[in-house]
T-cell receptor
Framework: DTGVSQDPRHKITKRGQNVTFRCDPI?????LYWYRQTLGQGPEFLTY????????KSRLLSDRFSAERPKGSFSTLEIQRTEQGDSAMYLC?????????????FGPGTRLLVL | GENVEQHPSTLSVQEGDSAVIKCTYS??????FPWYKQELGKRPQLIID?????GEKKDQRIAVTLNKTAKHFSLHITETQPEDSAVYFC???????????FGTGTKLQVIP
């Protein structure tokens, strides 16, 4: 499968624990995005990377959230001191440079449940 | 920031009938409007998109129209089939600006 991949697909954790998710974009895509999706809602933008640079962060991304893309390839999203309100699907997407840069291809998501 | 509203939230049609989903956006700078289909438990998948320099785009049974003046765009699915059943999201963004704003989704049910 040459699409966007995410790991793990499901995560159950207790409130207060830290969790980390990984996203591997399509190999030639230099743009990477993180979204959060709750039940019955559309994806909400969290943050965006161009290569290794994090260029934009949403106000939704509190201090407990941090994202990295150290080598401009895969990315990680860490949530510290998880809260029940963090329970959601975390989606990663990537897009190429150039004319089709707006077209984002999504991964399967990581479903987080905070107990 | 951009705000995208989507209607209806649920839509049931008989197989073979047409389905129309409508979205409005607030930011006149938005110039790219993708539509995504999301089946239960699966990733959103791009099904069609339109840029602001065209008013209509068609791909087989799916078409999208855009009215820049009124700031609304619509998805039209003709000859619906049971496999069209899914949640559909509209979205808006502008070229060079990476944040995509999604609508709240329309759950389409095609009744055989």
């Amino acid at each position: 499968d040459t699409g966007v991949s995410q790991d793990p697909r499901h995560k159950i954790t207790k409130r207060g624990q830290n969790v980390t998710f990984r996203c591997d974009p399509i190999s030639e895509h230099n743009r990477l995005y993180w979204y959060r999706q709750t039940l019955g809602q559309g994806p909400e933008f969290l943050t965006y990377f161009q290569n290794e640079a994090q260029l934009e962060k949403s106000r939704l991304l509190s201090d407990r959230f941090s994202a990295e893309r150290p080598k401009g390839s895969f990315s990680t999203l860490e949530i510290q001191r998880t809260e029940q309100g963090d329970s959601a699907m975390y989606l990663c997407a990537s897009s190429p440079e150039g004319q089709s840069q707006e077209t984002q291809y999504f991964g399967p998501g990581t479903r987080l449940l905070v107990l | 920031g951009e705000n995208v509203e989507q209607h209806p939230s649920t839509l049931s049609v008989q197989e073979g009938d047409s389905a129309v989903i409508k979205c409005t956006y607030s930011d006149s700078a938005s110039n790219y409007f993708p539509w995504y289909k999301q089946e239960l438990g699966k990733r959103p998948q791009l099904i069609i998109d339109i840029r602001s320099n065209v008013g209509e785009k068609k791909d087989q049974r799916i078409a999208v129209t855009l009215n820049k003046t009124a700031k609304h765009f619509s998805l039209h699915i003709t000859e619906t089939q049971p496999e069209d059943s899914a949640v559909y999201f509209c979205a808006a963004t502008s070229w060079g600006y990476q944040k995509v704003t999604f609508g709240t989704g329309t759950k389409l049910q095609v009744i055989p």
